[in-house]
């Protein structure tokens, strides 16, 4: 903090006992509150309260006891800044956990048997995507354990290209294009409705490969004719940004799993739930009573949630790995990504504006709201890094406070806060994780926000790059700009901070000042190299994910009358990796395999390794896939795959060969 009065002493302390003691009190009570709620969840309430008294008795000292009335207008300015950053994040926590009290456990509906299954229309969104990742998605929608003859699959491609139409020909899938590109994914949604007629349409985007129970999960809840849409979380079977480029992998949740996961499941409680433009089924009926998807925004999956709860619908959220998709390979597009999505927010509240929209009821009115106000964090992480090398570097003050008024009031509702986010057992988000997504993303957002709520220039719809490859690391400078000056900011702070103490003109009072200003920058510098090294981005050489498993399959090879079992380690569309006891296999051998759901398949061994003691380690590549064979091999991979951070896969062959809950009976 900055502060520039009393003096921090013995002296002091003593003076300051009466206070020090009732901070201690409240730390004590705290740290009782936070040991309840291990014991059950109903005492988190109380731990709650008191987080939220405390921030109130906080709050109120910051405004009318803290603010450098008399130290200049930039003071008072950077003051006011402070302190509604610090507004902005009580806010926040308070919101967040009080809508988390309670979990949202929806029960499982499954169709009713004495009602025939509806049609479903699956419409795959695609304008640029490679065909062979076209080509997954497709085949796993096939896959699907539904009626055949009650599915239609679509690929609406707004690029027309040849070779996608090809594809779908080749699938025996319809395949959708317009001639003009109008409102972008919106408009190429729309145009797709107009063109077919089921009573639901589920909706993907062209990375996002489904599970064959994907219907089987959801399709039930729409027996209520009040459920508008249900929304599955996306989750993603390759590393981000933060995971591959930090090389962290999957010993850390992908950044976007805390929401995906965590709060989606928090909102959905409220019938607020968040749609996010793919991995949802929808009520055609609920769509058209909005008039379609709506357009004027770049994000109008979230306008098309929201208009449907305002028309009185229920919005379910099944927080099942449903299915999953491919993640921002690229700092730089994440960031571009991320900055469409702010962008977006702002558009949709500017068009309809949730706290005057009627239908909304009010605490779905304060999670959109609240939504808005999350994209502020850019600018408020900004304020954050800024302030204390403000009087690093040229002294200028924004908190007027003596270290025993930090002590007491500061420490115990920071506390409070770190404690109330640990008693909800967040198992995708720790604090220090925030601090680094914010802060690594803050000065991209933070111009963003700015732009489009004081400018609003429109801006084009681009859709994310996946499946890049890239055979060399390589540094992107302009992208680590901003890190590097707040870098280099900071250890000019530091510089003129060593060498005021070195010059012997502190006194005891700007000798604390430094001392806590230069920790709270040493604790910002954390993620702005973290920030720098985001930019460094990693070689990947993989055409195609590899999705770990754990089956039993069986290899035949030349000159060998008996199968050879082996244990799949992990599965592409492309090729595998065994361990199997020591067989006599070089490089360049052909093998035919028998996968759970494909048997048959070609493979070329292209790696071995043999391990003193162990089995053989095995790089096979597929050589050829019939149809068939390339259709149980994603059914394996979507079968198997529940995202890169927590990957699961049935222990051996045959319960790898899970029952498919099939609804043709329904369907007769």
């Known amino acids: 903090m900055l502060y520039g009065t009393a003096a921090f002493s013995l002296q002091a302390i003593f003076r300051h006992r009466y206070e020090l003691s009732v901070s201690c009190l409240l730390l004590l009570w705290l740290a009782a509150a936070f040991g309840a709620t291990k014991l059950h969840t109903r005492f988190r309430i109380i731990l709650l309260v008191t987080v939220m008294a405390y921030q109130a008795v906080y709050i109120v000292w910051r405004i009318f006891f803290t603010l450098p009335l008399h130290a200049g207008l930039l003071s008072m300015v950077c003051g006011l800044a402070l302190i509604s950053a610090e507004l902005l994040g009580a806010w926040q926590s308070t919101v967040l956990s009080l809508f988390s009290l309670k979990k949202y456990q929806p029960p499982r509906v499954i169709w009713p048997r004495d009602v025939p299954l509806p049609r479903v229309d699956i419409l795959v969104l695609t304008y640029n995507e490679p065909i062979n990742l076209l080509r997954k998605t497709l085949v796993a929608c096939k896959n699907m354990d539904y009626p055949e003859k009650l599915l239609h699959i679509c690929l609406c491609d707004d690029g027309a290209r040849p070779e996608a139409w090809a594809l779908c020909d ?77 090389k962290f992998y999957d010993r850390i949740p992908n950044e976007q799993d805390f929401f995906m996961r ?74 571009q990504q991320r900055e469409r999505w702010c962008r977006g927010h702002i558009q949709v509240s500017k068009k309809w504006n949730v706290l005057k929209m009627p239908g909304l009821r009010f605490r779905q009115r304060l999670i959109y709201f609240n939504e808005l106000i999350y994209w502020l964090f850019g600018v408020q992480k900004m304020i954050y890094i800024l302030c204390p090398l403000l009087y690093l570097i040229c002294g200028l003050t924004i908190l007027n406070a003596t270290p025993c008024s930090l002590l007491m009031l500061w420490l115990p509702t920071f506390a409070g806060l770190v404690l109330s986010f640990r008693s909800f057992r967040h198992q995708n988000r720790k604090i220090m994780w925030s601090h680094i997504y914010e802060a690594a993303m803050a000065p991209y957002l ?86 720098i090294l985001l930019c460094l981005e990693q070689p990947h050489l993989r055409a195609t994910e590899r999705i770990p498993g754990r089956a039993a399959v069986l290899l035949r090879a030349a000159g060998r009358t008996e199968p050879i079992s082996c244990s799949l380690l992990d599965l592409s569309e492309t090729g595998v990796r065994l361990e199997c006891d020591t067989v006599n296999l070089q490089k360049s051998d052909r093998v035919q395999i028998d996968f759970p759901y494909a048997t048959g ?14 089995s053989d380690e095995m790089a096979l590549r597929f050589t050829e896939l019939s149809e068939k064979q390339y259709a149980g091999i994603i059914r394996c991979l979507t079968q198997w795959s529940n995202g890169y951070f927590h990957p699961e896969a049935p222990s051996d062959l045959e319960t790898s060969r899970v029952p498919s809950y099939t609804l043709q009976r329904n369907a007769e």
């Open 446 to 531: 933070a111009a963003a926000f700015l732009t489009e709520w004081l400018i609003g220039k429109p801006v084009p719809f681009h859709v994310t790059p996946k499946e890049r490859t890239a055979k060399r690391a390589a540094f992107s400078w302009h992208m680590a700009l901003p890190h590097i000056v707040l870098s280099a900011l900071t250890v000019l702070g530091w510089a003129i901070t060593f060498w005021r103490i070195q010059s012997g003109g502190c006194s005891g009072t700007v000798l604390q000042a430094i001392v806590i200003n230069a920790v709270w920058s040493v604790y910002n510098m954390i993620a702005i190299v973290a920030g």
């Open 262 to 335: 965590e709060i989606q499941e928090s909102r959905a409680r409220y019938n607020a739930v968040l749609h996010v433009g793919t991995n949802a089924v929808f009520r055609r009926k609920a769509v058209d009573a909005i008039g379609g998807i709506p357009t004027g925004t770049i994000t109008e999956d979230i306008a098309t949630g929201l208009l449907i709860q305002a028309k009185g619908y229920t919005s379910v959220f099944v927080n099942k790995i449903l299915a999953v998709g491919l993640a921002v390979d690229r700092f730089s597009d994440l960031i």
């Open 170 to 246: 080749e699938l025996g899938v319809c395949y959708i294009a317009r001639k003009e590109r109008s409102f972008a994914k919106a408009g190429n949604l729309n145009h797709a409705l107009a063109q077919n007629t089921g009573a639901f349409f589920a909706l993907f985007d062209a990375d996002m490969i489904p599970k064959p129970n994907f219907l089987k999960e959801t399709i039930g809840y729409f027996s209520d004719p009040n459920v508008g849409f249900v929304q599955t979380p996306q989750v993603f079977y390759s590393p981000d940004p933060f995971q591959f480029n930090l």
């Open 601 to 614: 398949v070609r493979a070329t061994v292209v790696r071995r390794k043999v391990w003193e003691n162990r």
